[in-house]
Structures are given as C-alpha cells and as structure tokens.
C-alpha cells in the first residue's frame, strides 16, 4: 500500500517552461488536494478535486492547472513557469468530509 | 474565514522535559480538528482527529485535548525522535470542500 506518491521530487525548470507534477493515490479516496508550502505562510491550497471529473480553485490557483480524468491520479500543470513558483509543492488526499489528509513526500522546484 | 495560530513558533526541550503546543483557531461549525506531525524533507503525517470540544487523543507519548477556541499537543516525557513540526488544520462545516486551514506549525527540537 504506497498511499500518495508524487513525482518527480525534485526539479529546475527555467522561467517560461512548463511541467506536470504527478499525483498518485492507491486509496481510492474521493478528495484530492495541491498544496505549495512556503517557509513563513505555511500550506496553502492550490487546487482540489472531490471526484473524477470534478475540480475547482483553493486559494492560489494562477499559473497552476489540474484535471482528474481518474480516481488514482490528479496532475498538477505549471503553464508557463515563474521565480515565484519555486516552491514545495504537496499532494493529498483523504476518504471524506472530516477526515484526515493523507500526504505525499512532496516535489521540490526551483524556477531559474 | 478560518484561521488556525500555533504557538509556539519554536520549542528546544530537554530529553524528559514535559511541554505543550498551542494550537488556536476559529471556524464556524467544527467538522473537525487535526494535528500532522512534518519531518523535514517530508509530507505531514496524520496524528489525531478531534471533532468536538472535550474530546482527548493519544499516541505514545503524545496526548491532543480539545476545547471550544484551541486544542493542545502535550508531549511528556519526550525524546530526540519527537523532534519535528506539528501542524495544526481545522475544517468547518461552511469551508468548501477542498480546503482545510493549516497553522504554520511549531518546531520543536529535543535535545538527549
């Protein structure tokens, strides 16, 4: 039982470019979550999903783009990578309503 | 709109030294109170749930209390294992479904 696993955990990418951050969970849960944490402003949500085919915005969603076309998988895309996106970027996931998140190990970016 | 404020930021104990976090918030309507336990380098890892005010968990040598406007981690005798960051997160029966409020932990350092 792997629970969530992201990949890749590290990655430099350069202003402009692009990239799919990947999320797996092997739980079968509904909910799925993008979280970025920045030292000082703690775990902030990106985007989340409550079921295949069925996303919407969190907190900070510019620049980011998410699609759940299953339930295992929620992909997070960087359209057009800024310095300002350098960041760790966290995947969750949980059963339902008031239950805890599960995490993954998180992917580290650096935008040169 | 939901906040979560832990305190302290930072905590070095003694091995053996007995001590409490703080975790403070506001919702409207708990649907559920959670503590995740952060190693560096590494996603937040479920410790407890609370959902209503009185209501008490433990694990070890951590025990979670719970009351109207805070909930408490008291760690007893701890040991250089138990040095990590504890987060605190609330969701609220009127938070939409994605999201839970996340404090921006207290750091604690157990020192043999």
């Known amino acids: 039982n792997a629970g969530v696993t992201q990949t890749p955990k590290f990655q430099v990418l350069k202003t402009g470019q692009s990239m799919t951050l990947q999320c797996a969970q092997d739980?079968?849960?509904?909910?799925m979550s993008w979280y970025r944490q920045d030292p000082g402003m703690g775990l902030r949500l990106i985007h989340y999903?409550?079921?295949?085919?069925?996303?919407d915005q969190g907190e900070v969603p510019n620049g980011y783009n998410v699609s759940r076309s299953t339930t295992e998988d929620f992909p997070l895309r960087l359209l057009s990578a800024a310095p300002s996106q350098t960041s760790v970027y966290f995947c969750?996931?949980?059963?339902?309503?008031?239950?805890?998140?599960?995490f993954g190990d998180g992917t580290r970016l650096s935008i040169l | 709109e939901d906040q979560v404020t832990q305190s302290p930021e930072a905590l070095r104990l003694q091995e053996g030294e007995s001590s409490s976090l703080n975790c403070s918030y506001t919702?409207?309507?708990?649907?559920?109170l959670f503590w995740y336990r952060q190693d560096p380098g590494k996603g937040p890892e479920f410790l407890f749930t609370?959902?209503?005010a009185g209501e008490e968990k433990e694990k070890e040598r951590l025990k979670a209390t719970l009351t109207k406007k805070e909930s408490f981690l008291h760690i007893t005798a701890p040991k250089p294992e138990d040095s990590a960051t504890y987060l605190c997160?609330?969701?609220?029966?009127?938070?939409?479904?994605?999201?839970?409020?996340f404090g921006d932990g207290t750091t604690l350092t157990v020192k043999p």
């Open positions: 999903s409550v079921g295949a085919g069925i996303t």
């Open positions: 997160a609330v969701r609220g029966y009127n938070t939409n479904a994605g999201k839970s409020t």
């Open positions: 739980m079968n849960h509904e909910y």
């Open positions: 919702v409207s309507g708990l649907r559920g």
């Open positions: 609370l959902y209503s």
């Open positions: 969750a996931s949980r059963r339902g309503e008031g239950q805890p998140q599960h």
